[in-house]
Nanobody
Framework: QVQLGESGGGLVQPGGSLRLSCVVR????????MGWYRQTPGAQRELVAG???????NYADFVKGRFTISRDNAKNTMYLQMNNLSPEDAAVYYC??????????????WGQGTQVTVSS
């Protein structure tokens, strides 16, 4: 069984920064692509940024130059550094990972989400 745990969300003022973390736990053999998504009430979940095993990244246009995704393969952990946050960035942020375990071939797993609120 695989569990993804996000942390680092909270309340920040416009222009501020937050760093999200996502730890993948379980009988993991390999983690392929990982990504951060976000969702606001009534809207679809949208990709924020993704990163593969080699560290290649991709970003949604609305976060380019402000957010940085990274991962530590030795710790099965992914990060999202968010700078210059605006109220439009407020959402629940979810991590996603494509994981192979001892008993299951690669499949996608989701974390429970962490709330990011941007307000003065």
């Amino acid at each position: 069984q695989v569990q993804l745990g996000e942390s680092g969300g909270g309340l920040v003022q416009p222009g501020g920064s937050l760093r999200l973390s996502c730890v993948v736990r379980g009988n993991i053999i390999r983690i392929n692509t990982m990504g951060w998504y976000r969702q606001t009430p009534g809207a679809q979940r949208e990709l924020v940024a993704g990163i593969n095993t080699e560290g290649s990244t991709n970003y949604a246009d609305f976060v380019k130059g402000r957010f940085t995704i990274s991962r530590d393969n030795a710790k099965n952990t992914m990060y999202l550094q968010m700078n210059n946050l605006s109220p439009e960035d407020a959402a629940v942020y979810y991590c996603n990972a494509n994981v192979r375990t001892l008993t299951m071939d690669f499949r996608n797993y989701w974390g429970q989400g962490t709330q990011v609120t941007v307000s003065s």
